[in-house]
């Protein structure tokens, strides 16, 4: 008990000593929202993967989908290291660095108020993005009671005061540099955590390869042998649907985007590309891989009433009897990804409001300084919200809740990642293409909440009703876009001027 409450105090004093550092980078909007966009390619990209892994992934999902579909639930890892972090930075990262510069943009909001020339479609986008952000920033208080409760004996509501208290300090302090610093340092212990816990487990199975032998004698009820050591597990086609939303769908997540905003310089996509994709193979790769053994542990996990696994307990079980210095460890790798993610998210959601709604619409002429008391205000109410509803959720077990923040993803990249990636590359992109997109993606999303039954069998899953709305945008962007009005001419060209214009670099960057 002694090595975890020292390695929680050292996590605690090193967080707050990062805020209190970077409290000169936050003193104007572009340094607190974008850390002046100057932000190296090691800092971009641990702040990119840390946002991208939560919690969540380490304890929900691969606790879920590793049951599912045994070590086949690797493929998941590997799709969000090379679709989700490689192929999105080499896709989105220079372009969209350049143009958001360009348009002065500093949110997503702000990308497609002036990329479409509608005050409107910003408006709505900001909506979107507080509507659906909430109940995700509440999940990233999730995989924390029961890990606490094995490690500490520490009720969950003191857990999640705690984690929102400190949050709230360092990303009022310091803005934006501060979660990238922070992202940073949390990152690395999330590398060394995975690796340490993988190894660990393995080992007190009897290794890999006895591990294998076990699972492959394990019953899918599928008729399969060995179904849960296969390549591609006992069920393709839904394996298929968790690989495109969790790894396409951050391509139109506002609070990964943002990342590029915030890059230096052309060099540091290169190496924030590489340090991202290998961040996400250990991370993600490494948690989905645990995972796959969880039916190692059948006999040990907790069932509900009508006897199906409850998916939270099964990694803090497999976790349960490791030695208590690697138990700390696991802790503060869990709450490293739980602040990561929950101090990006807070950051885009109060920098959204401050900018795209309350700027202009509702208070005039606001000065810089005002616009970041507002964003330090708003974030301390956004993490204020997020801790209720995830104490409510916790103690009531609202189940309203729990569908809600298991579609924000679809309908967040749903209705945001064609209009945005089309708006990088096609001059042709209409506003009527935007709002197709914008529409089509959240109510599809919501009715699948609410209205579940009337949807085909496959797509009743929120997580496959996700890939396929994301999948939509890309068809409905160019169909629409071709059958409206095209967009001034000027207007667009504006817009696209800033990738033909001219700058100095040597030979070793680009050929002649």
């Known amino acids: 008990m002694f090595l975890k409450i020292v390695l929680l105090v050292v996590f605690f004093v090193i967080t707050m000593g990062i805020g209190l550092y970077c409290r000169r980078h936050a003193n104007d909007v572009d340094g607190f929202v974008l850390g002046g966009r100057k932000v ?26 590793g049951w599912k579909y045994g070590v086949a639930a690797t493929w998941i ?26 348009l002065d943009a500093r949110t997503m909001p702000e990308f497609f ?3 479409y020339d509608s005050r409107s479609l910003r408006i709505v986008s900001s909506a979107i993005i507080f509507i659906f952000l909430i109940p995700y920033t509440a999940s990233a208080f999730n995989g924390l009671s029961r890990l606490f409760g094995m490690a500490f004996n520490i009720p969950y509501e003191y857990c999640v005061i705690g984690m929102a208290l400190l949050t709230c300090i360092y990303v009022v302090l310091g803005g934006y540099m501060a979660t990238a610093l922070n992202d940073t340092f949390q990152g690395g212990i999330m590398l060394v955590g995975i690796i340490a816990v993988v190894v660990c487990v393995l ?25 849960y050591v296969s390549f591609f597990g006992p069920d393709l086609l839904n394996l298929l649907g968790v690989i495109v939303l969790t790894s396409l769908g951050v391509w139109g997540l506002p609070q990964m985007v943002q990342k590029f905003y915030a890059i230096k310089s052309e060099k540091d996509i290169r190496t924030g590309a590489i340090v991202s994709t290998f961040f996400a193979l250990i991370v993600a790769g490494g948690s989905y891989f645990l995972g796959g053994f969880g039916r190692l542990f059948a006999d040990q996990i907790e069932y509900s009433a009508s006897g199906t696994p409850i998916y939270d307990s099964i990694i803090p079980t497999m976790l349960s009897s490791l030695p208590d210095l690697l138990i700390g460890l696991t802790v503060v790798l869990v709450l490293s990804a739980s602040m990561s993610t929950l101090s990006s998210l807070v950051l885009s959601s109060s920098s959204t409001l401050t900018i795209d709604v309350l700027k202009d619409n509702i208070i005039h002429n606001m000065s810089d300084r005002q616009q970041v008391v507002w964003m330090r205000v708003l974030l301390v109410v956004f993490v204020v919200i997020s801790a209720v509803i995830a104490l409510i959720q916790y103690t009531s077990a609202v189940t309203f809740i729990a569908q809600l923040m298991s579609i924000s993803w679809g309908a967040l990249a749903g209705a945001f990642l064609g209009p945005f990636l089309y708006g990088l590359y ?5 506003k009527a293409s935007v709002w197709a ?34 999948v939509a945008g890309f068809i ?12 001034d001419r000027k207007a667009v060209d504006d817009a696209f001027s800033c990738y033909d214009r001219s700058v100095v670099t040597t030979a070793k960057e680009h050929l002649e």
């Not at 971009?44 to 892994?53: D, K, L, Q």
């Not at 930075?89 to 143009?99: D, H, K, Q, S, Y």
């Not at 290794?207 to 042998?225: E, H, K, P, R, W």
């Open 77 to 102: 890892g590997l799709g969000n290291a090379f679709i989700g972090s490689l192929l999105a930075w080499w896709v989105m990262g220079r372009r969209t660095r350049v143009m958001t510069q360009h």
């Open 113 to 115: 108020g002036k990329r």
């Open 437 to 470: 997109c914008f529409i089509f993606g959240t109510v599809v999303m919501l009715a699948n909440m609410l209205f579940k039954s009337v949807f085909p069998s496959f797509l009743q899953s929120p997580i496959n009703c996700g890939a396929f709305v994301m």
């Open 426 to 430: 096609w001059k042709r992109t209409t």
């Open 203 to 227: 080992n007190g199975q009897g290794g890999f390869s006895n591990a294998i032998v076990q699972l492959s004698q394990v019953d899918s009820g599928t008729g399969i042998s060995g179904a």
């Open 476 to 487: 409905i962007v160019p169909l629409v876009s071709l059958m409206t009005k095209a967009p």
């Open 40 to 65: 190296g390619p090691w800092l971009s990209a641990f702040a990119y993967g840390t946002s991208y892994f939560s919690a969540v992934i380490f304890i929900g999902y691969a606790g879920q989908f």
